[in-house]
């Protein structure tokens, strides 16, 4: 998969070299390059942002500047090219103020060929700009990582691109690993907790099941446990489950948890 991210600050993606990402690059399954958008600026300052029209606290990221940029690395400068889209990359801005980035988005994103961020900062960038490259027919995607507002750009990308990267097959040593994870699948849960050895740890056991060699009652533990705690912490998800998709157990489980299992989806009762 090639990576392109455009940012003002570049080297902030240098940490991409280190760990599982760093050796993907090195497999040559990732390639990853980051762009300094000041390198599109024709002016002495090497601005790229501008008073807000209409008034407000901030700096807008200019269009003239990022159409350039963008315009060079989807290839559109180069008149043979700019009307075959085909290979032309995801453009991806993150935005506090889009549509969460789930772990579906990843998924789905984690099979594309290109890849092309654009890291906003400031108060944002130039609202014409993604509305400009989707009139082009190019696939133009805003997210946001949750509802909180940072600096810039640079962390919510690095963040999908951890997301995104590690389900690519080769990515992970253990594919096993992404299967059992939260978030995955159609029936997304919690994950069930974790314990390593040893069994008994500042005289705090393990779980007695955990250890008992058999699969079937270690499975069920870690589905209920996976029930309990959505349950508790992120009740939305079992809201979306599919009732038809539980099995007998899963139903007893979440009737003693309070819930109404009999429709398409399960109903918290007061
Ligand atoms: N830029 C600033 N805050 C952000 C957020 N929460 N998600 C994506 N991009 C952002």
Not at 28 to 35: C, D, F, Q, R
Not at 100 to 112: K, Y
Not at 161 to 181: C, H, K, Q, W, Y
Not at 211 to 232: P, Q
Request: glycine share 8%.
């Amino acid at each position: 998969m090639k990576i392109d991210i455009v940012s003002v600050f570049p080297e902030y993606f240098e940490v991409m070299n280190l760990s599982l990402m760093g050796k993907a690059q090195a497999k040559g399954l990732l390639e990853i390059k980051a762009h300094n958008l000041r390198d599109w600026t024709h002016d002495v300052h090497h601005s790229v942002d501008d008073t807000p029209v209409g008034g407000g606290a901030g700096m807008v990221m200019k269009p003239e500047v990022w159409s350039e940029c963008l315009d060079e690395l989807l290839g559109f400068s180069r008149p043979s090219e700019s009307s075959a889209l085909s290979g032309t990359p995801v453009l991806i801005f993150p935005n506090p103020s889009a549509p969460l980035f789930t772990q579906r988005d990843a998924t789905e994103l984690s099979h594309a060929d290109h890849l092309l961020f654009g890291c906003g900062r400031y108060e944002g960038y130039d609202a014409r700009i993604p509305d400009y490259y989707r009139s082009q027919g190019v696939d133009v995607r805003e997210y946001s990582i949750g509802d909180y507002v940072l600096n810039g750009g640079e962390v919510a990308v690095s963040v999908m691109l951890e997301a995104i990267t590690r389900l690519m097959p080769g990515f992970m040593g253990n594919p096993d690993s992404i299967v059992e994870e939260s978030y995955t699948g159609e029936g997304a849960l919690l994950e069930h907790r974790q314990y390593t050895k040893p069994a008994v740890w500042r005289g705090i056991s393990v779980p007695e099941v955990l250890l008992s060699g058999n699969h079937g009652k270690v499975d069920r533990f870690r589905r209920d446990e996976a029930l309990t705690r959505t349950n508790e912490i992120r009740p939305d998800l079992i809201e979306a489950l599919d009732c038809k998709a539980l099995d007998k157990a899963d139903r007893k489980t979440l009737m003693a948890l309070g819930w109404e299992v009999s429709a398409t989806h399960p109903r918290k009762l007061d």
